[in-house]
């Protein structure tokens, strides 16, 4: 019960810590002249949820049907976003955009006359909102640190259940994380710059699986970690 409350206190913190760093590298100038930026984004994701033994369906506990437990294994997946960044302040970029962020997880096999196992492959569909604040490393490269939140609306889970069939669910959904990256912007000519980062994503919002029983609120979250890599590309300057 204690963990959303906790997580919406540490966007503030982000925010009041990107604030702080950014005021004092504003002292000195040390910070970059774009105005407007565009930014696509792409990352592969290694998902996973903290896993707890749960009996999907209470009527199976007795009789001849298997005992299904919902163990699960860890997935590598990605996400890819396009945002657009406005220059609030010398050294403070707001970002707003869409994202596709994939999550997921394969449950173990079990013996109960044959192998079974089941990946379940979440496709989130949102927007993300975020600040990044920037140190000036040299003429081309620069530190960057950014925070925020994503809201997700919509949610598609492909269930592949062990024998092949996949299964698809599409529904709108109301789900959020906050997310933290740090990395390095490098200009390669005077609109165009990469960078690279490592983030940690966090689901604020419990998993849910339309295929459990009274399609259960497990009270799990998705972790997410990566690597992303982004273009850039400079509209206008100050």
């Not at 982000?14 to 930026?37: P, R, Y």
């Not at 040299?138 to 259940?161: A, C, E």
């Not at 789900?175 to 960078?195: N, P, Q, R, T, W």
């Amino acid at each position: 019960m204690l963990k959303r409350p906790f997580f919406f206190c540490s966007i503030v913190v982000f925010f009041s810590f990107n604030l702080g760093i950014a005021a004092q590298n504003d002292s000195v100038k040390n910070h970059s002249t774009e105005n407007w930026k565009i930014n696509f984004q792409i990352a592969p994701n290694y998902a996973y949820r903290i896993a707890k033994r749960i009996n999907d369906d209470p009527a199976r506990i007795t009789g001849t049907s298997p005992y299904r437990v919902n163990e699960e294994n860890n997935m590598y997946s990605w996400h890819f976003s396009i945002s657009g960044a406005k220059k609030i302040a010398q050294w403070l970029d707001l970002n707003l955009g869409v994202i596709i962020d994939n999550q997921g997880y394969t449950t173990k096999e079990f013996q109960a006359g044959s192998h079974s196992s089941n990946v379940y492959n979440y496709r989130y569909f949102g927007l993300s909102l975020s600040s990044t604040e920037k140190l000036k490393l040299n003429d081309k490269t620069y530190f960057f640190f950014k925070n925020g939140i994503n809201y997700y609306f919509q949610n598609q889970l492909r269930s592949t259940d062990w024998g092949g069939k996949n299964i698809d669910y599409l529904r709108p959904t109301n789900d959020l994380s906050v997310f933290v990256f740090a990395g390095v912007y490098y200009k390669i000519e005077k609109k165009y710059s990469l960078s690279i980062s490592p983030f940690f994503n966090y689901f604020l919002t419990p998993l849910t699986n339309p295929q459990a029983w009274n399609g259960s609120s497990y009270q799990q979250n998705f972790f997410s970690t990566g690597i992303e890599l982004g273009v850039h590309y400079n509209i206008g300057k100050k």
